[in-house]
């Protein structure tokens, strides 16, 4: 018997869950302050006045050094539970975490030779 309701049920759920989501943003555009001022739309810095405007530009290494960082992470992140488990998951998962730690550093070595790690 509840096998035949779960898709029934699973389907009222997702249809709650998003008229739920509908009528907050629709009370929240109905509820919301209309009027702005020059202290409303200011920047806010922890209660300090900015020394300056808000669209600097970044140098693009900054961004070539978060994403090596993100590499790494998803890195550490898939090691880590894999480590745990080594002993039952067997030979084959130990191949495979050697071929994912091979591309990771085939990327790391293109990323050196390319230069993008230096700072100048």
């Known amino acids: 018997m509840t096998e035949q309701w779960s898709a029934a049920i699973t ?5 709650a ?3 739920f989501g509908v009528i907050l943003v629709t009370l929240v555009t109905a509820v919301k302050s209309r009027t ?9 810095e922890c209660g300090e006045e900015p020394d300056g405007g808000a669209w600097i530009k970044f140098h693009p290494r900054y961004y070539l050094v978060a ?3 993100v590499l790494f ?5 898939f090691l ?5 488990n080594i002993r039952t998951l067997g030979d084959t998962a130990l191949w495979e975490m050697l071929l994912f730690v091979g591309v990771l550093l085939t990327g790391w070595a293109y990323a ?6 230096q700072w100048p």
Do not use: H, N
């Open 112 to 117: 050196i030779r390319k230069g993008a790690l």
């Open 80 to 84: 880590f539970p894999w480590a745990l």
């Open 73 to 77: 992470d998803v890195e550490a992140v």
């Open 17 to 19: 869950a998003a008229a």
């Open 11 to 15: 389907f009222l759920a997702i249809a």
């Open 36 to 44: 702005t001022s020059p202290d409303r739309t200011a920047t806010y």
């Open 67 to 69: 994403l090596v960082f």
